[in-house]
């Protein structure tokens, strides 16, 4: 049994047009932030979710963890259906499941010192007071380079550079000992050396616990190292998805393709042909007919303006949603 | 004679803290010229975000400018009234926050501030100034269809995108760029790069790119100005850079990155702690770190050294 089972999954957002508009059409209008995810997470496993920006990969985050709720679908964690749950089994939930944000400007507490911050889930839910707190919350600070410690502790997060913030994000959603992160860009301000530690801590962490990771990242690398599976996301929906080294080495749908392509080389002597996409990104509440990418894809014909391409196994563990692929 | 757009000497910068002083910058010098793009690396917390707000004086309390001298176009901005200051943010200098909130108005559509921005600097239209704002959205990809949301109502990203566009609002001669696309997918993220390297080309545009993403710079930077606790330890053309960092902190950053081509390899990165920028390492403050630490390293500060044509570094070795 998969400990995280997402099937269906929607999010539309009501938004709000001109006046004009709105008198003129008459009807109210939705980003489709997402349109209809579907996936499983083994207990264990880093499930990574990457894709264009915008396309609701953050939704797909909060969603799971039960921050707002879906417009339709199901979300079945450790095989109960927590599509909607509220009140003290929310709460329980909440202490097994956390989610590091993608600002870390906004999701620390500013009256709260650092030690508070990342100490309060322990209050919270009555693991650790005092003293005891006081020891693990240092502790944490240290694994994540924020040292020396004790002045972090009693430092409040304005006085932090964004990335200590994120650090200190990462302890505070590692403190509780979950069984399963939402770890929505957790290092993208942290330089490469600091952040080789940091992921290979969270891998660490994932080892001693058996925790499982929804980890969302736009950066390619970090998911070729981190994840186990990984699943690409265009306008709302999951075009590609498997097992990482599959996505890595045979990559199937034109946009992982045009997006691998894209990934700099840190080297000034290497010119690389990256796969350039045509036209604009497409809007998310007229989404194209048919493939949404086919207003940008070099390999779209009729059928692909016609027909929405289902997202179907091509392989073990390899899934696709293109009509070119068999 | 090309003169300097911009010319720091021995700028410092300290936060006056409970605990004590951090120094946040500690006599940097930075030279650039109009047109040039500089990518300011360095590790957490070394003072990239800081050195970028003190250019445009906005570096928020207990820190403060202690000394040295920020020569913009021939101003030294840092003797100029907060009235004159005001006039230069924006319009001639413009930022790019790492938070992408502090240059949005969570009340106010995302439209509006742009064509607010636009209209209190520039003599337009509303109507005109509407049409510039669209474009802009446009070019950092986002539809006009979203000109009347709020900032809560729009991805990371694409708040990230919208503080892009407001810095390039104005046509500024320098955008300090605080980790702007640290949230954006590489397609993205490339597309923005190629607009500020076409408005570079355009109109000149000077530009500091503050980034943790080292892979990025080698496709825009011309120079590249590395930072390690506070100081700035080497300043070169970024070709050389990549081909052959010299500062010893250089190299070790340079061999974390890792290669996507490459298959399983193990992630590397610098031992030890970011140093306390309240009480820094004794003499180099690489010391305690630096696979090739001496004696001398230990105890004294090393100078900064000009190597070949116009590259320095701070090491003794050199
Ligand atoms: N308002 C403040 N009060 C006290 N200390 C501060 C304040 N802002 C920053 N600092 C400290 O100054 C140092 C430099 O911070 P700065 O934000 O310039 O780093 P940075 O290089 O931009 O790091 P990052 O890459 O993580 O954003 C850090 O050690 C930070 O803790
Ligand atoms: N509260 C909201 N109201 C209206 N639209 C929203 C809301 N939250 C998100 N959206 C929209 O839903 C879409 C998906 O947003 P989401 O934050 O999930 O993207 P993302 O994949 O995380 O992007 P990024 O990589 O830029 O962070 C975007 O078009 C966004 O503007
Ligand atoms: S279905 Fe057609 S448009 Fe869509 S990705 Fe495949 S080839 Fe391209
Ligand atoms: S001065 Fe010494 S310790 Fe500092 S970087 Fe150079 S060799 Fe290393
Ligand atoms: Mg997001
Ligand atoms: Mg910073």
Redesign the pocket.
């Known amino acids: 049994m998969p400990l995280l089972k997402v099937v269906d999954l929607k999010k539309y957002f009501p938004v709000q047009r001109s006046f004009l508009e709105r008198l003129l059409s008459r009807k109210i209008d939705y980003v489709k932030a997402v349109d209809g995810v579907s996936f499983e997470a083994e207990k264990g496993e880093v499930f990574s979710i990457a894709g264009e920006s915008g396309c609701g990969k953050t939704t797909t985050g909060r969603l799971i963890v039960r921050l707002i709720d879906p417009t339709g679908g199901k979300i079945f964690f450790n095989g109960i259906d927590i599509t909607s749950l509220s009140g003290e089994e929310l709460r329980k939930l909440r202490k097994r499941m956390q989610i590091i944000f993608q600002n870390p400007y906004a999701s620390l507490n500013p009256r709260m010192k650092i030690g508070e911050n990342v100490g309060h889930p322990l209050e919270i839910h009555g693991i650790a007071y005092g003293r005891e707190k006081e020891k693990l919350v240092m502790e944490m600070l240290e694994k994540v380079g924020l040292q020396p410690a004790s002045k972090f502790y009693n430092?409040y997060p304005?006085?932090?550079?964004?990335?200590?913030r994120q650090r200190v994000a990462v302890a505070r959603a590692m403190i509780l000992k979950p069984d399963f992160i939402v770890a929505d860009e957790p290092i993208s301000?942290?330089?490469v050396s600091l952040r080789a530690r940091i992921l290979e801590l969270m891998i660490q962490l994932k080892e001693e616990l058996d925790l499982t990771y929804l980890f969302i990242t736009h950066d390619l690398a970090v998911a070729k190292y981190i994840s186990d599976k990984i699943a690409i996301m265009y306008l709302g929906k999951i075009v590609e998805m498997g097992e990482k080294e599959v996505i890595f080495s045979d990559p199937k749908h034109p946009y992982t393709n045009a997006l691998l392509s894209a990934v700099p080389v840190p080297d000034p002597n290497v010119k690389r042909k990256r796969i350039m996409l045509k036209g604009e990104v497409p809007s998310p509440i007229n989404p194209p007919s048919g493939c949404r990418f086919h207003t940008r894809c070099p390999l779209a014909t009729d059928i692909c303006r016609r027909e929405e391409p289902k997202l179907v196994k091509i392989d073990d563990n390899h899934f696709v949603a293109c009509h070119m692929v068999k | 004679m090309i003169s300097d757009l911009l010319r720091i000497e021995g700028l410092r910068v300290y936060?006056y803290?409970r605990d004590g002083v951090?120094m946040?910058v500690d006599n940097v010098d930075l030279f650039m010229k109009k047109g040039e793009t500089i990518g300011l690396v360095?590790?957490?917390?070394?003072?990239?975000?800081?050195?970028g707000r003190a250019i445009l004086r906005l570096v928020?309390p207990?820190?403060r400018i202690i000394s040295g001298k920020i020569v913009f176009d021939g101003l030294n901005l840092t003797e100029l009234s907060e009235e004159e200051m005001r006039k230069i943010r924006g319009k001639r200098i413009s930022m790019v926050f790492?938070d992408p909130m502090t240059s949005l108005d969570p009340l106010m559509k995302i439209g509006d501030h742009i064509v607010e921005t636009i209209m209190a600097h520039e003599t337009l239209t509303r109507e005109e100034a509407e049409e510039k704002a669209i474009k802009l959205l446009e070019q950092v990809g986002i539809r006009s269809e979203r000109f009347m949301d709020y900032p809560h109502q729009f991805s990371g990203g694409m708040r990230q995108r919208v503080g892009i566009a407001l810095a390039l609002a104005l046509n500024p001669d320098l955008v300090i760029a605080?980790?702007p696309t640290s949230s954006l997918d590489v397609i993205v993220q490339f597309q923005i790069l190629d607009l500020m390297k076409e408005l570079k080309n355009l109109y000149g545009m000077g530009m500091i790119l503050?980034t943790?993403d080292i892979s990025i710079i080698p496709g825009i930077a011309d120079k590249v100005a590395l930072?390690y606790a506070?100081q700035l330890v080497e300043f070169a053309d970024a070709k050389s850079f990549f081909n052959e960092p010299l500062h010893p902190y250089g190299k070790a950053l340079l061999e974390s990155i890792p290669n996507i081509q490459h298959s399983d390899q193990k992630l590397k990165y610098i031992p030890g702690n970011p140093p306390d920028?309240i009480n820094p390492p004794k003499g180099c403050r690489f010391s305690p770190r630096c696979p090739y630490a001496t004696e001398k390293c230990r105890e004294e500060e090393p100078p900064t050294i000009m190597v070949g044509h116009h590259r320095l570094v701070k090491c003794f070795q050199y």
């Open positions: 430092a304005h006085e932090l550079s964004g990335g200590q301000m942290i330089d | 936060y803290t951090v946040a360095g590790e957490s917390g070394s003072g990239k975000s800081t050195l928020p207990p820190g790492q605080d980790e503050i943790h930072m506070g920028l």
